[in-house]
């Protein structure tokens, strides 16, 4: 089986209006051919590039492309919002971030304030310090603990306990809508503190303690 037949089998998985990593794709190849992908990789972009041409697939940015489907007006745009959820939070086999900061606050009701930029802990970020993604337009934030689908609740409600991105609290029903979300996700009191240890900071429990005691 050559190169581009491979390839080609792999688009043909893959469903419509749905970001393909180029990660992914490596990762089939070294599947389907047992190869060393170092000794490959410039022949693939020679076949994704002739896909790209013949508008088979698109590209929508660096090591990113899709399948699209066909609008009113020509082939409709991916959302950027499958990108980035794919990218840093879920790519459908691991849990790897979560939404932060304002967009949090406000969605939970504790603040009206929505942010131009949208604030994302992931185990995908590089960097110690945060960065902006100028094409996706996200901030990304590196997590004190890796992240996944058993603790990213956790980690979540510490960082709204936190507070690092100092949004204003407008909600009089602050201590109410913390712990409303503590219930909802069924969260353990005793791996919130576990965690505050993971992180190393206990300021989220002495802010639990100050919204009312946890036996309230």
Not at 42 to 54: D, G, H, P, T, W
Not at 72 to 95: A, C, F, P, Q, T
Request: net charge positive.
């Amino acid at each position: 089986m050559n190169y581009n037949q491979v390839l080609t089998n792999y688009i043909n998985l893959c469903p419509y209006d749905e970001p393909l990593f180029i990660e992914d794709i490596k990762e089939y190849f070294v599947n389907e051919l047992k190869c060393d992908i170092r000794k490959i990789i410039k022949k693939i972009y020679v076949y994704i590039n002739r896909l790209v041409k013949e508008k088979v697939i698109l590209q929508f940015m660096k090591g990113v492309y899709y399948k699209p489907t066909k609008g009113i007006y020509g082939n409709k745009k991916l959302n950027v919002n499958k990108v980035i959820s794919k990218k840093y939070i879920n790519d459908n086999r691991n849990l790897k971030g979560y939404i932060s900061g304002a967009y949090v606050f406000n969605k939970l009701g504790l603040t009206t304030q929505m942010p131009r930029v949208i604030t994302i802990v992931t185990n995908e970020c590089p960097n110690k310090n945060d960065y902006y993604n100028e094409k996706l337009g996200v901030l990304i934030r590196k997590p004190k603990v890796e992240i996944n689908k058993d603790n990213y609740l956790y980690l979540q409600l510490l960082d709204i306990l936190l507070n690092k991105d100092n949004v204003p609290i407008e909600a009089e029903n602050e201590r109410e809508i913390i712990y409303k979300f503590i219930k909802d996700n069924n969260l353990d009191f005793e791996k919130i503190f576990e965690y505050a240890n993971k992180i190393g900071n206990i300021k989220p429990i002495k802010k639990l303690y100050e919204l009312g005691g946890k036996n309230e």
